[in-house]
């Protein structure tokens, strides 16, 4: 298997909301990621687990809460979400953040929806 | 903060030409990677290219890297209508960085290619 998996595939929430992302990946990778992208804009890091330890939050803001409870598995948890978190979020994983010359291996990604 | 850049930011070709796509970044960097992403959805990885090389190929891609002039390139020959997506470039930094830096790949701006049939 050399996919990510990402579910679901588009998700449409009130600001009240509360749900979740996942992600799931069986290639024995060690890195995982979750990125956000806007319409026409490059992807942009939010979080990194290595070893299903988070190792980078780029300063993004609380309502959104990674989970990573094993090695083949992400979750993206979404709570009081804003119109301008509309976006797609991807995940990704890699064999290992310290390991230099691999690439990364992308899902499709979730097209989220605030409303 | 994206560390690259790249331009054009959209290309346009005929079927059978050549398309050629520049990335300019901004601090050192372990290796340089190039991604394509068709109509929005996943990221497909193409070639990565590191810090010591100056030049790799992968079937019709050609990647260059100067690490002088912080910049690559990536060289699409023989152009196919199926090449039609967006190309990004991303960096990941130089491991000298230290360790908050590990697992940062940092995308540029993109460019939208365009091959008609």
């Known amino acids: 298997d050399t996919e990510v998996t990402q579910t679901p595939k588009h998700l449409v929430m009130g600001m009240t909301n509360k749900k979740s992302l996942k992600c799931e990946q069986h290639?024995?990778?060690?890195?995982m990621y979750w990125y956000k992208q806007k319409a026409k804009k490059p992807p942009e890091l939010m979080f990194v687990?290595?070893?299903?330890?988070?190792?980078i939050n780029e300063s993004v803001p609380s309502r959104f809460s990674p989970e990573c409870p094993n090695s083949s598995l992400l979750n993206l948890h979404l709570h009081a979400l804003q119109p301008e978190d509309s976006a797609l979020y991807l995940c990704?994983?890699?064999?290992?953040?310290?390991?230099?010359?691999?690439?990364?291996?992308f899902g499709s990604g979730t097209r989220l929806t605030v409303v | 903060s994206q560390q690259g850049e790249e331009d054009p930011q959209a290309l346009s070709i005929q079927e059978g030409e050549n398309a050629t796509m520049n990335c300019s970044y901004k601090?050192?960097?372990?290796?340089l990677q190039w991604y394509r992403q068709n109509s929005g959805r996943g990221l497909v990885h193409l070639i990565l290219?590191?810090?010591?090389?100056r030049e790799k190929h992968s079937g019709r891609l050609r990647v260059t890297l100067d690490t002088s002039k912080k910049s690559s390139s990536l060289l699409i020959t023989a152009s196919r209508a199926a090449d039609t997506a967006s190309y990004f470039c991303?960096?990941?930094?130089?491991?000298?960085?230290?360790?908050?830096?590990?697992?940062?790949?940092?995308f540029g701006q993109g460019t939208i290619l365009t091959v008609h049939p």
């Open positions: 290219i590191r810090s010591n090389e």
């Open positions: 991303a960096t990941h930094p130089d491991l000298g960085a230290g360790g908050t830096s590990y697992g940062k790949l940092t």
């Open positions: 990704a994983s890699s064999q290992d953040k310290f390991l230099e010359g691999f690439g990364y291996t």
């Open positions: 601090t050192s960097i372990n290796n």
């Open positions: 687990y290595s070893y299903e330890k988070l190792s």
């Open positions: 290639m024995g990778h060690r890195a």
